[in-house]
């Protein structure tokens, strides 16, 4: 039987049987009752696809483990003699001649510039890993566009501008500017403003009515032993009294009443591995750094009338003084139920050695139940391809180096590895997201009216898995340069690189030198002055933006107050020395390096160097015919001339377009090697064509005065082709007659 896939007709055949089916059963699936609800079906299909991820990455490894130890231990110990089938399809010489014709006319294609081995070895692994990390990077940055939602922004927004800001009902953060007045903000924006009604459970916002709060409000400060103005204080840790004062004593009836006299003891935490990795950081705050973990803290109550008392007897007791309290933290955490999206607000008050308060407001909205029946079909489906793509890719990476294992040591291979190393502390993150947040939930769930729950430590998870997702768009992008380098582009970019590295780094550090050097000038005489040139760092990377032409927040005013002509001085050698003389000589640098850099491929580039599209032209030319690029081609029309007559018509054209450009243009006579080497590949396509004229006039010949299975009437072997020029397979069997 032929082979289904070898005729045009078959495959349409083949396409519409199945499409027919196809279009039964989702017909059948529709209209036939097999409906599923929305929840369930996502369910099903994420099991199926989990399961059969099991069987292949687990159940099969496991299964092969065994069959080997099983054939090493107890090895068969008769062999199989494996006999040919008799019953197999028997193949005459038409079917040769027709298999010698489709041979011929693939050699046809393969000219001398597709016989560099090396080159065709080249350009296949770069079809593989392009193949491999192609789809990887698309997958990847299909996942960043569904794991992206632009209500986060907006939402971030408002809950920032509401807080900071008066209101008719609310007093804002920023119109804070002294301490007494902290008290009234808690009472006005954050009290009165989350319990509109007099129920206790109610802690919807008088702003935004579909955001509740979850738990209570924690109020922390942090207080100092030494001077604020430290710049390495020594926060303070011990027990004391209300009003601060000491001894502290121990009472024993503390714990059985309401807990007057945490507010004036440190924080305290159980040592934790999740709490040394997640809350471990500091708070950047105007005059200093604020540690997370530290600091004595009030928690208010869900209803209004508990929470003024507490608020109330922290200010009676003097909770917060202007000797040592440095800064006070305002925690809470909101969740919009109609969008899933949880809003963790840290409000930062600081007091300064002047007497005023500065106030930061520290805003972050983010998606933390993200179950199934809440996810897209896109997301599910973006998830599922990417965790397929993962897979082939550590495939790939442990196969390569469990085969070789000195491909480590080439840096390629390492990138790989940092990305599979990547994509593991990604999985993991988002597991220990996913349990986190359950266990908040379900402290949620037994919490009292006067837990607070700290969502901080899933919101610290958020924002590492978007980091490690940015880190893998960086460096797959990185390993994707090393994939085109097919590209004479990037081949020319790559090779000037390590030709300039060298000069551009000294021209890097030289600019670098002169930033710093500027930037501490602008921060001594200006700082006092302008936001942008407070800190050191700060102003040398404002001097770096407006150096680049982002001179929308800088401005030249912001130089002269130490003088116009010192800050005419500071603005030529910001704008004329590092944006001019400077940056132009890099860039200059740099185009020198490419030109040379591509003189040198010309120079170098030969006639038998084939390009990467040629390779994948003759490489799957195949499957671009079964594509229909056939019926792309031109066909040939006679338009009532015969062949001969159009093909002196299509020479006196040619002749015709030739003598008119080189009356224009003066063409480069072409060397002796590119005469012999055209030369050559005139005599092997004109070989090759006259393979396939005798090949094909011995197919009409059989075809038309032999039998039905090719053989020529009174001779059985009067061919052109010799006999023993025709494989085994395709022989007539000579039996003898008994």
């Excluded at 065994?66 to 107890?74: G, N």
């Excluded at 006070?328 to 809003?343: A, G």
């Excluded at 379900?442 to 700290?454: C, H």
């Amino acid at each position: 039987m032929k082979n289904i896939f070898q005729t045009v007709n078959n495959i349409l055949f083949f396409i519409i049987t199945a499409g027919v089916m196809l279009a039964s059963f989702v017909l059948i699936a529709l209209f036939t009752g097999f409906q599923h609800e929305t929840k369930k079906f996502k369910t099903m299909v994420v099991t199926i696809v989990l399961v059969l991820l099991f069987q292949f990455i687990i159940i099969d490894p496991i299964k092969f483990i065994v069959l080997s130890i099983d054939s090493a231990t107890w090895p068969k110990k008769h062999i199989v003699n494996y006999r040919t089938d008799m019953t197999k399809e028997k193949y005459n010489h038409l079917d040769y001649l027709r298999t010698r014709l489709k041979s011929l006319k693939s050699q046809l294609m393969i000219t001398i510039e597709h016989r560099n081995e090396k080159l065709n070895e080249r350009y296949s692994h770069i079809m593989k890993d392009l193949r491999l990390y192609g789809t990887y990077f698309l997958v990847l940055l299909m996942v960043i566009i569904v794991h992206q939602d632009p209500l986060l922004y907006y939402n971030t927004n408002a809950v920032r501008t509401l807080l900071s800001y008066n209101t008719t009902s609310s007093l804002g953060l920023k119109e804070i500017r002294y301490m007494e007045q902290v008290y009234d903000f808690i009472e006005l924006t954050l009290i009165k403003g989350f319990n509109r009604s007099r129920r206790a459970q109610d802690t919807g916002w008088l702003q935004i009515p579909q955001m509740k709060r979850l738990g209570v409000i924690r109020l922390r400060q942090l207080r100092h032993i030494d001077n604020i103005g430290a710049y390495d204080p020594r926060w303070d840790y011990s027990h004391n009294m209300p009003e601060w004062k000491k001894p502290f004593i121990r009472l024993h009836y503390e714990d059985k009443y309401w807990r007057i006299y945490e507010p004036w003891r440190p924080l305290q935490h159980t040592p934790s591995l999740e709490d040394g990795l997640l809350l471990r950081f500091n708070h950047y705050g105007h005059d200093m750094d604020y540690p997370e973990l530290a600091g004595y803290v009030a928690l208010l109550s869900a209803g209004p009338h508990n929470s003024l008392k507490v608020l109330r007897f922290l200010k009676r007791y003097n909770w917060m003084d202007l000797r040592n309290t440095s800064a006070l933290f305002i925690d809470f955490t909101m969740f919009n139920v109609d969008s899933n999206i949880f809003t963790i607000c840290t409000l930062l008050v600081e007091n300064t050695n002047f007497g005023l308060q500065l106030t930061r407001a520290s805003v972050q909205s983010t998606k933390l139940l993200e179950s199934l029946d809440q996810m897209s079909h896109s997301k599910i489906i973006v998830m599922l391809l990417y965790l397929i793509i993962v897979i082939q890719f550590c495939r790939s990476l442990v196969v390569k180096l469990w085969y070789n294992r000195g491909a480590i040591k080439k840096a390629w291979n390492k990138v790989d590895v940092v990305i599979f190393i990547l994509n593991i502390i990604l999985l993991s993150l988002i597991v220990l997201r996913v349990w986190e947040v359950a266990k908040l939930l379900k402290m949620l769930k037994e919490s009292t009216t006067r837990d607070y729950l700290n969502f901080q430590r899933p919101m610290r998870l958020y924002q590492l898995i978007n980091i490690i997702m940015g880190f893998l768009v960086c460096i797959t992008t990185l390993r994707l340069w090393k994939v085109l380098q097919f590209a004479s582009v990037f081949s020319v970019f790559t090779k000037t690189l390590y030709m300039a590295w060298p000069a551009v780094a000294s021209t890097a550090l030289i600019i670098i030198i002169f930033l710093m050097g500027l930037g501490m000038a602008v921060a001594i005489i200006n700082g006092n002055h302008n936001e942008y040139f407070q800190k050191l760092l700060k102003c040398i990377i404002a001097c770096l933006c407006f150096a680049f032409g982002f001179s929308s927040e800088v401005h030249p005013k912001d130089m002269f107050h130490g003088g116009k002509t010192l800050g005419i001085v500071l603005y030529l050698v910001l704008v004329f020395i590092i944006a001019v003389v400077l940056m132009n000589v890099f860039a200059a640098l740099i185009f020198s390096y490419f030109e040379n850099a591509e003189q040198d491929r010309k120079e170098n580039k030969g006639d038998s160097r084939i390009n990467f599209l040629q390779f994948l032209r003759v490489e799957y030319a195949h499957a671009l015919a079964l594509c229909g690029c056939r019926y792309l081609r031109r066909k040939y029309r006679p338009h009532g001339r015969t062949v001969r007559e159009n093909i002196a018509w299509a020479m006196y054209r040619q002749e015709l377009v030739r003598s008119k450009s080189s009356s224009i243009v003066v063409e480069k006579k072409p060397s002796d090697e590119e005469l012999r080497f055209q030369y050559r590949r005139r005599i092997e396509l004109l070989l090759g064509l006259s393979a396939i004229l005798t090949v094909q006039v011995e197919l009409i010949e059989r075809m038309m005065l032999g039998d039905k299975n090719g053989n020529l009437p009174g001779s059985s072997g009067s061919s052109d082709s010799s006999d023993s020029d025709i494989p085994d397979m395709y022989r007539k069997s000579k039996t003898s007659k008994v």
